[in-house]
């Protein structure tokens, strides 16, 4: 009896043990945003040192790509791999293949892992950094020391819907750290968004250096205190605050995006939202100031005066600087929220209306933005602006941004302008995501991640061809009532996660409890970077 008991107990231990072997052996596939198609396969591979990581094209990009991948796996396992130019593959390798008559997208990718290794194929290094993305997603979410990562086998086929994948940062109601602005790209990049639009000039600030007008940040990057509360609160905190980036800051923040294969489209404010501005070079404005930094948010009717020629030789100056700073192909040169008030009343703007022949303020701005237009134009440039840049007349070549709903985006796109949707009920971030009398104080209204997980960028009331000039969408950050890098983490994750699968995944019924399932691993990884998301949908 004795012995069969012995045999019943190395059965029992030997199933126990054969089923954890299982669990380890086929870990599930959690992907965020779903790749466009997928096959989980039987088996698994393991990364181990030994593992060789082969590239079939020596150059500077494949190795930031590669980089990328023994990195990851260097700072979480301490597993070193060699990388080995090859044109094949081989066993036990991780093969990594720039293949450019393959006839995908550019960004799409091929990865296939199975338990004779992993083979990953694009016809564009953008793509394979995708792909070097999903590879890092099927790894276990844990920063341990391991012999081996096992993977699960998998098929994926994967390729964007959308081209503008973007998130945005306003620096000017509070300023962010040059070293938080890298942290974000790589939060963007682990999401495959691939264009951060930074928010460079505000009322409350001017974040940027320009050379030629060194008061711009001497003088406009600083604001006396700031508004304690919710606005009409008429507390005030007594602290100055400042901050700004140097061209050379400029520089390293385009060069670190290039390398995760992100555009940097810039944001300088006009004709709006420019009193930081103003305040250091009063002459621009109608009355002459004297101005200064706000202090609190909202609209404020200085703005540029739009009937100077000095205002528009100022603008060019300061983005003929800018512009070789950032080599994507849109310059975005704001124009919302600029009320006309001191336009209507000054003898300037006046004079230049009845010069144009221009019939309303609205018609001055229209004027205003076309001239900007050309200049950019000119010097290689598109335009993008908020959907105000409507008004009175849209500029020939200009894309609008759409965010008061996606009325403006539908008219842009119906006059075959390209537009990026960033409606305010779908995609600001800086919404509360969850009740707000138990989240810290934030702007206003009420997005949830479910809501956002919602979102369909291309209205049905655009045509087939129409819904062409949809590029994307993108979510918006704006600062107010995020003073710190941690809170702006707050309010963009888990949402970015949401608008990630939005923009990149086909488009196709939904499945939200999914999707919040593969968020569970997501959230590991954000724990192990340090991301301080929000847990609203996690309790
Ligand atoms: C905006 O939110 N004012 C574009
Ligand atoms: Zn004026």
Redesign the pocket.
Known sequence: MKKYLNHLIILLLSFTFWSCQAEVRRPEVQIIPLPASMTNMEGTFAISSGTKILINSDSPEMHKVTANLCRYLENFYEIKNKITFSGASEKNSIFIKLNTRLSISKEAYNLTVSPKGIMLEAPSPSGLFYGIQTLLQLMPPIKQKLSEVVLPSVEIKDTPRFAWRGLHLDVGRHFMPKEFVLKYLDYMALHKFNTFHWHLTEDQGWRVEIKKYPKLTEVGSIRKETLVGHYGSKSYDGTPVGGFYTQEDIKEVVAYAADRFITVVPEIEMPG?SLGALTAYPELGCTGGPYEVATTWGVFDDVYCAGKEETYTFLQDVLTELLPLFPGEYFHI?G??CPKTRWQKCPTCKQKMKDEGLRSEHELQSYFVQRMEKFLNENGKKLIG?DEILEGGLAPNAAV?S??GEQGGIAAAKQHHNVVM?P?EFC?LDHYQADPKTEPLAIGGFLTLKKVYSYEPVPPSLTEDESKYVLGAQG?V?TEYMKSPEQVEYMVFPRAAALAEVVWSPKGPKDYDNFKNRLVKLTKIYDLLGINYCKAEFK
């Open positions: 939202h704001g919302d929220e908020w941004m965010w008061r960033t305010g600001y918006n704006w």
